[in-house]
C-alpha cells in the first residue's frame, strides 16, 4: 500500500505543483474537492484536474478504472483514491 500511497501523492502534485513547492502534507482525510468539515484540509482539485490524476494513475498501474467499476463520484479523499487503487490492482 506504501508504494500505491507515494504513486497517488506524485501524481497529485505533478498536477498540482503548488502543493509540493508550499509543502502541504497530503493526508489521507485530505478532500480532494471540498469539503463540509472546516477542520479538514481541502486540495481543492477541479473536475479536469480529477480526470487526469485518474488518468495519470491508470497509465502508472496499467489499469482501466471503467473496468473496475471505481467511480470518480465515489473519491471524495485522497485515501479514497489510494484504496481504490490498491483495490484495481
Known amino acids: 500500500m506504501t508504494e500505491v500511497w507515494n504513486?497517488?501523492?506524485r501524481a497529485i502534485t505533478?498536477?498540482?505543483?503548488?502543493?509540493?513547492?508550499?509543502g502541504t502534507v497530503i493526508t489521507r482525510d485530505a478532500a480532494l474537492f471540498y469539503?463540509?468539515?472546516p477542520g479538514r484540509p481541502v486540495?481543492?482539485?477541479d473536475s479536469?484536474?480529477?480526470l487526469e490524476l485518474l488518468t495519470v494513475?491508470?497509465?502508472?498501474?496499467?489499469?482501466?478504472?471503467?473496468?473496475t467499476g471505481i467511480r470518480i463520484a465515489d473519491l471524495h479523499?485522497?485515501?479514497?483514491?489510494?484504496?481504490?487503487?490498491?483495490?484495481a490492482l
Open 7 to 9: 504513486v497517488v501523492t
Open 14 to 22: 505533478g498536477i498540482r505543483p503548488e502543493l509540493g513547492e508550499s
Open 35 to 37: 469539503s463540509a468539515d
Open 43 to 45: 486540495l481543492g482539485l
Open 48 to 50: 479536469m484536474e480529477a
Open 57 to 67: 494513475l491508470e497509465q502508472e498501474f496499467g489499469v482501466e478504472l471503467a473496468d
Open 77 to 87: 479523499t485522497v485515501g479514497d483514491v489510494a484504496d481504490a487503487m490498491a483495490g
